[in-house]
């Protein structure tokens, strides 16, 4: 099976993929740690998208079709796979259908977490609780209105991405308002397994 999972700060997409990917047998394949590991390792490509990750900028889209490309290809991923942090644009779903027909692979399910923008904002700052701040020091993106600015961005670009999965019939929506149990409940049945 191939998934996409999708969902704003906070939706839970982390906590999701890897019981799902579990259950599934299936590899998850998370776009940060992909760079992460590009970065340490220090190949061409991360070589490349350094530049842009410690300025907390997005990787320019071809560079980061490259990698997604290297990374379907791995011998792990040949029984499936669920990504996480890609596509968070429309013409990144677009870029990722492309390279999938360049594959010979299809996407089964575009997973959509749905949380209300009050709980995206709650768990968002409850990663980081008052009390730790004050003791360890604040840093910048734990801030209520970095994490609104966050969110404001996600709907943003995110809306038109739900757009093209639903016309193409490939969205699932998700009540992620619910404990992590019974979302992985819901996805699990929604994907008749
Ligand atoms: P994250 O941990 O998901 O916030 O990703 C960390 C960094 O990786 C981001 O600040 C971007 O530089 C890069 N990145 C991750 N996913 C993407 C993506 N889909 N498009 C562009 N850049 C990305």
């Known amino acids: 099976m191939k998934l996409v999972i999708l969902g704003g700060p906070g939706a839970g997409k982390g906590t999701q993929a890897q019981p799902l990917c579990h259950h599934l047998g299936i590899s998850e394949i998370s776009t940060s740690n992909i760079l992460r590991e590009a970065i340490a390792c220090s190949?061409?490509?991360?070589?490349?998208?350094?530049i842009y990750v410690e300025k907390g900028e997005l990787v320019p889209d071809p560079l980061l079709i490259e990698f997604i490309r290297t990374r379907l290809v791995q011998p792990d991923a040949a029984n499936g796979w669920l990504l996480e942090g890609y596509p968070r644009t429309a013409f990144q779903a677009e870029e990722l259908d492309f390279l999938l027909d360049d594959l010979g692979q299809q996407l089964d399910w575009a997973?959509?977490?749905?949380?209300?923008?009050?709980?995206?904002?709650?768990?968002?700052?409850?990663r980081?609780?008052?009390q730790g701040i004050a003791s360890s020091g604040s840093r910048l993106d734990d801030q209520p209105e970095i994490i609104q600015r966050r969110?404001?961005?996600?709907?943003?670009?995110?809306?038109?991405?739900?757009?093209?999965y639903s016309y193409r019939q490939?969205?699932?929506?998700?009540?992620?308002?619910?404990?992590?149990?019974?979302?992985?409940?819901?996805i699990l049945q929604k994907l008749n397994r």
């Open 170 to 186: 490939h969205l699932l929506t998700i009540n992620a308002d619910q404990s992590p149990q019974q979302v992985q409940q819901e």
């Open 43 to 50: 190949t061409d490509l991360g070589r490349e998208a350094q």
């Open 151 to 164: 969110i404001n961005l996600f709907y943003e670009r995110t809306i038109p991405m739900l757009e093209y």
């Open 111 to 126: 997973i959509y977490l749905q949380v209300s923008e009050s709980v995206m904002m709650s768990r968002s700052l409850g």
């Open 128 to 130: 980081c609780p008052l």
